[in-house]
């Protein structure tokens, strides 16, 4: 069995095996893979594309899903005893928590695969269904040049994930104060998508949102982009603050087409994690 707590973890290899699962998918094959089997899910109510995406993958792959909230992992309990309780009765356990160290220790205490659908410094399932569309379309798309426009947070530290394990270009377009260790940064908007090819978001927070003027993209700005340039931001995405509602408009955008995938690779990765050894 193997986890998916960090894109990191995974090499190349593995990326592109879940992505021939997902292929294999798409073409009938898995029909009833977890026919018998029961998963263990910990979602926040907030949560909408992971979760949904999730729990139809599971019922289309015959299996059984259990649902419990974020905050059960809270209480008192040590972790060591729930993972040592669910062991004898889920076949995989799926978390959704702010906390990684919360994530990485149920991992170390489980004895079935254990999935990470987000925390606060990383989203793998949802990099990695933009990098199978964006394999769908693009001959390699690790040749092409990435900016990120947000600030370190999940979204931005999950790109920078993938671009660590598959070797492509990443940048980002923040102000001072919000950039993420390790990469060239740029202040401006009309700076930052010259000369790139994947222009990625992340949504500001309310408080925050002024700081980020300079950094919204635009139709102007995607124009800048290299031709074929794509406009790929992350849900929940708001008009008129991190994109302008006529970007979005436009033929760069490819949000929803993009997350279409995302039942497909998050069955990939299930069926992945429970027949690859680590």
Not at 169 to 186: F, N, R, S, V
Request: hydrophobic letters at 40%; glycine letters at 6%; aromatic letters at 12%.
């Amino acid at each position: 069995m193997k986890n998916l707590v960090r894109l990191t973890d995974y090499s190349v290899n593995d990326i592109y095996d879940v992505f021939n699962i997902t292929d294999e998918i798409h073409n009938g094959k898995y029909k009833d893979f977890l026919k018998g089997k029961s998963v263990v899910l910990f979602f926040p109510n907030s949560s909408i594309r992971t979760r949904v995406t999730f729990e139809k993958g599971i019922y289309l792959l015959g299996g059984q899903s259990i649902l419990f909230p974020s905050e059960t992992l809270d209480k008192k309990e040590d972790l060591r005893d729930v993972c040592g309780y669910l062991n004898n009765w889920a076949d995989m356990v799926i978390v959704r928590h702010k906390d990684i160290n919360l994530v990485e220790k149920m991992a170390e205490f489980l004895t079935v695969p254990l999935i990470n659908a987000m925390t606060d410094v990383n989203h793998p399932c949802e990099v990695l269904t933009d990098m199978y569309a964006l394999s769908k379309i693009r001959s390699d798309f690790t040749n092409d040049k990435f900016l990120f426009c947000g600030k370190n947070g999940n979204i931005g530290l999950a790109w920078k994930e993938a671009s660590t394990v598959m070797g492509f270009d990443l940048e980002q377009c923040c102000p001072k104060g919000y950039e993420i260790g390790g990469i060239a940064t740029y202040n401006n908007i009309y700076d930052a998508t010259v000369g790139k090819d994947i222009v990625c978001t992340d949504s500001i927070p309310s408080d925050i949102l002024d700081d980020f003027k300079e950094c919204q993209v635009t139709l102007k700005a995607m124009k800048l982009a290299n031709n074929g340039a794509l406009l790929n931001p992350c849900p929940p995405f708001y008009r008129g603050e991190e994109v302008s509602a006529d970007v979005i408009d436009f033929q760069y955008f490819v949000g929803y087409e993009f997350k279409k995938h995302l039942l497909e690779v998050q069955q990939a990765v299930m069926i992945y994690c429970l027949t690859r050894k680590s």
